[in-house]
């Protein structure tokens, strides 16, 4: 009987999806209907991955006649280990959002009119081919903020058509830190924070950038009586749970390090055996850095020199088991021109710290190596070997940008010159996340081709040609994804619900869609199944098994105490870098001061993560804007004693300006940010109409970001500008 309904209902919302693709159809299912059915269907608990952040923590669905009634935590999920964020509530209402999309749609001037998928991947695959003839596939640009999905289909895809002008999201989150990490230690580690001493976050707040685990394991720490000191020019959430919390001025942190290294040589307080056996270039680096003393680094970044002295003792005291986090985007991911450079200091200090492998510093994280297709049966295209369009990994263009990355904030400029000509867009919203709102209108508008995948009309697929929707996440299965941790393990996302929309189709999908319309269907004659299948196989893990628990740890295993062969040039810790002198710069770190100095009268516009939000994805969420609402959160941070001098009160409304863009909003005034940085939340300022909750409300701090681009790691220099602030009268 509950079966029999379930299959009515599908048949419902197809034939009203056929019938007005753009009206919403949660009305037309008819409670009472569903209620009826419910009460005959057993209530299930599924596992798969939340879509709320990057994180992909691992959640149980509860589901009961194909539909969410409940979400919690996996426990047996390393990156959450059974804890949810509050994001993780509001994304799984996505399915059931009223401004999804239902089906393809095309653009005819300046409307977007419903279209089959038949006519979708016919006309696209037919204007792909004719820019490839015309212009050469390398015109072709594949954007996403990866996943394994699209990492395996667009890669393939854009294999296939000989192109490799792809980019991620990097440039806008955290290439410097690892272009940094890789030309010092190799890699970006991973902290063991539970079993830390002392714990250096610098611009890296746990509390509000929410990854479980990262807040976990610190906690951890904290509950052995690890002392945890905060660097971040604003008071944020962490920093309520910390030991200290030290305010400096924006962009300045490598001046710190540099005296930290400084202090530590100076002392004998680094660890000499490790660096003797396990870096070169250390003397030519101690040389270097005799001047960066902590009274020259209080001058750049007002921290008294005495406390530089104070850290650069704890964190000795506390060696090997100290570390200086990683990071991720604040102080040294993508906002700074010396963000890569402030990257290697925390890579080559924690060298001087002898962490690496041990309990209780920083680890290389391990993770299993997955499967292939059988190449025989599924024939894979093979990598373009041509250079990157954007100039990525070129030699006398950005050499030391992974080409991997690419740079997808200067797209918008490529379009301009006429180096790209189609541009297919997943699971990424560049125009609203990038800086410079009319750059970026500008350039986009003039593609030939321009694709986007996507769940709703974001800022992006408003200026698109065609918009190909996909299900949410909790109705779609996806390829099986490796983790990295201390121990390997496997995870998966899958269909947990029903499709609310039927015409909507997963990105595998849709790719392989447009591939077999271009005459490549060869390289996607498999299904999802069968390539999870081979992606298992080395695990020895049943893909059944895999399903039925969500994640399943593999053999691997770090080895804690054994420091690895890095993976630098040399295999060795850089305090030298032979790629970075080949490639023009400093081999050594330096001072480099940040790109713009505020004026007098001006703030350094600074902005970053709250802990209910994602980037700008989640603001048009209901539940999740309403907290922002209760609790005023979009308000702009500036310091008292500089609102006072302003006439500014708490909750008035100042207007924020600068060359490129003015905009208004209430100011919170307080003590816990620094004088001469005012901090906006990055979650807001959506200007998509039919972002219908999240539209006009707030202000994204990249409408006052020129566009610019760090030359050594690519970065999107995004808190590179300085407004000016004043009450509105
Ligand atoms: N809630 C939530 N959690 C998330 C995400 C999200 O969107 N929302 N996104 C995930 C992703 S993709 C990322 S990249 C991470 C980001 O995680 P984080 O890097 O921790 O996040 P941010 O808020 O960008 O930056 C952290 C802090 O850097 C400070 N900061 C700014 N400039 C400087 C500086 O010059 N020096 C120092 N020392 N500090 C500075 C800011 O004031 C801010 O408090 O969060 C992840 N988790
Ligand atoms: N203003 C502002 N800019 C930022 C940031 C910020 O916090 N604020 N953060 C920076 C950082 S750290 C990062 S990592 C980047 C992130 O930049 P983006 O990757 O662009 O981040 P999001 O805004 O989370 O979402 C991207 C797009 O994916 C869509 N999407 C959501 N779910 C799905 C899905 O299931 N399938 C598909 N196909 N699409 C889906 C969303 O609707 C959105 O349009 O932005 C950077 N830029
Ligand atoms: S951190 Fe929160 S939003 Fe991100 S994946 Fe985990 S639960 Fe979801
Ligand atoms: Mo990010």
Known sequence: MGEERRISRRKFLKVSAATGALLTVQPKIGMNQWVNAAKQEDIKRIPTLCNGCTSRCGIIATIKNGRLIHIEGNKEHPTNNGRLCGRAYGAAMLAYHKDRLQGPMKRVGDEFVPISWEQAYKEIGAKLKEIITKYGPASVMYMHNPKEVGKFYGYRFMNAIGSNSIQTHHSVCYISRDVGLE??????????????????????????????????????????????????????????????????????????????????IKNDWYDKAFIDQYAIGFEEFKKEIQTYTPEWAEKITTIPATKIVEIAKDLSAAKPHAFIDPSWKGAFGCNYLNSPETARMVGLVNAMLGNINQKGGIYFAVEPKLGKLDSAKHPAPEKPKVDHIDGSGVEGQYPLVPSSKGMPHR????????????????????????????????????????????????????????????????????????????????????????????????????????????????????????????????????????????VIKTKEMVEFGKVPKLKTESGKVEFYSEAYKKAGFSPIPVWMPPKVEPKKGEFRLIWGKQNVHSHSSTANIPQLMQVTKDYNLERVWINTKKAKELGIKDGDFVIIENDLFKGKIRAKVTERIFPDAIFLPGGYGAFAKNLKISNGFGLCPNDFVKTGTDPISGNGLMMETAVTVRKDV
């Open 183 to 264: 030309h010092t230690i190799g890699a970006t580690p991973n902290t063991d924070a539970a079993n830390a001493k002392y714990m250096l976050f610098i611009g890296r707040s746990v509390g509000d950038g929410i990854k479980p685990s990262h807040l976990q394991g610190m906690m951890k720490g904290r509950d052995k009586k690890a002392k945890i000191v905060c660097v971040d020019p604003r008071h944020n959430a962490t920093a309520n749970i910390v030991d200290e919390w030290i305010p400096i001025k924006p962009g300045t942190d490598i001046a710190l390090l540099l005296a930290i290294a400084n202090t530590m």
């Open 411 to 550: 797209t918008p400029g490529l379009i301009d010159e006429g180096k790209v000509k189609a541009v297919f867009i997943n699971h990424f919203n560049p125009v609203r996340n990038t800086p410079d709102r009319q750059y970026n209108i500008d350039g986009y508008k003039k593609a030939e081709l321009i694709v986007v995948c996507d769940i709703w009309m974001s800022e992006t697929a408003e200026l698109a040609h065609y918009v190909l929707p996909e299900p949410t996440y909790l109705e779609r299965t996806e390829i099986i994804e490796p983790l990295a941790g201390k121990t390997g393990a496997v995870t998966i996302r899958q269909q947990v619900i029903d499709k609310f929309h039927p015409n909507t189709k997963p990105f595998s999908e849709i790719i392989t869609g447009i591939a077999k319309e271009m005459g490549l269907g060869q390289y996607f004659n498999f299904t999802i199944d069968e390539l999870n299948e081979a992606l298992l196989k080395p695990t020895g893990i049943s893909y059944k098994e895999l399903k039925e628990k969500g």
